[in-house]
């Protein structure tokens, strides 16, 4: 059994020294330190410890339990921005380095961020907020659950990447991607679909007959800031469409004709207005 950095293990004390107690595994050692050391520790004894570098890069072990391990993704808070990336606190003496190349926006010291642990290239524990495969697809979740969704990632092709509970994977289609998004808001989501492989698409609009309603007082609304005259039609461009309302224009389209129904509006030379 080796050593495994980023992970809890049970080893056995070896032998003790004044700064502290090395822990085995049969093969390798790991300083415990003296502070960390339970009261009548001897050699022989097992102790549940994690293991990370510290400062110097040499690998150590603590009973302290970090709030994030290898493989997890948890949200920690940003203690201060360096040249070389962000650190974070993670519950250790040594805060964790976020790197700049794994950062999908700059970050700013107080603020919380999204990541997870991995171990890079030079064999030492890093965050990064590139999330995507280290979240898990076992969500309890099912078709029109309401979930809490942090966005993580927004891409023009797919639509906008999302962490449900900051764990399970999730994504909000292209299509449904109507409102603005920004990386590090929580939204209040809406199953649609369970995939095979467990991963959850989403939208932020609720089920149809609700949404209309809603969606009918938003435009309502806005005719209203617009002193009841909207100063264009439902054939105006999606952009503008999206621009004022948050919606997509089929949205839009229903939502208008849903008010004309009900004789709250009209149209008349290419405006819209209260009725």
Not at 20 to 47: N, S
Not at 228 to 251: T, Y
Request: with cysteine; net charge positive; aromatic share 8%.
């Amino acid at each position: 059994m080796a050593l495994k950095l980023g992970e809890w293990q049970t080893l056995r004390a070896d032998h003790m020294k004044e700064f502290g107690a090395y822990l085995g595994d049969g093969t390798e050692t790991v300083l415990l330190p003296k502070k960390e050391v339970p009261d009548g520790m001897k050699a022989g004894d097992e102790i549940d410890v994690f293991l990370y570098k510290d400062s110097s890069d040499r690998l150590v072990s603590t009973t302290r339990r970090p709030k994030i391990e290898l493989g997890q993704t948890k949200l920690l808070s940003v203690k201060e921005v360096s040249k070389i990336g962000a650190f974070l606190d993670w519950g250790l003496e040594k805060d964790l380095l976020l790197p700049y190349h794994e950062q999908t926006r700059k970050v700013k010291a107080g603020e919380e961020v999204l990541v997870s642990l991995y171990i890079d290239k030079s064999s030492r524990l890093c965050a990064t907020m590139n999330v995507y495969p280290y979240l898990r697809k076992d969500s309890p979740y099912k078709r029109d659950s309401e979930v809490q969704g942090r966005i993580y990632q927004t891409s023009d092709n797919f639509g906008v990447f999302v962490a449900v509970d900051d764990q399970f994977s999730g994504l909000v289609p292209k299509q449904e991607a109507a409102g603005p998004f920004r990386i590090g808001d929580v939204l209040t989501l809406r199953v649609t679909r369970v995939l095979p492989d467990g991963k959850l698409n989403l939208s932020p609009r609720k089920k149809a007959y609700r949404q209309l309603d809603d969606d009918a007082e938003k435009v309502l609304k806005v005719i209203g800031e617009y002193e009841g005259v909207l100063p264009f039609d439902d054939k105006v461009s999606p952009e503008i469409i999206k621009r004022e309302f948050g919606l997509s224009k089929n949205a839009f389209k229903r939502a208008v004709g849903h008010l004309m129904k009900e004789g709250k509006v009209e149209i008349r030379g290419k405006r819209i207005y209260l009725a």
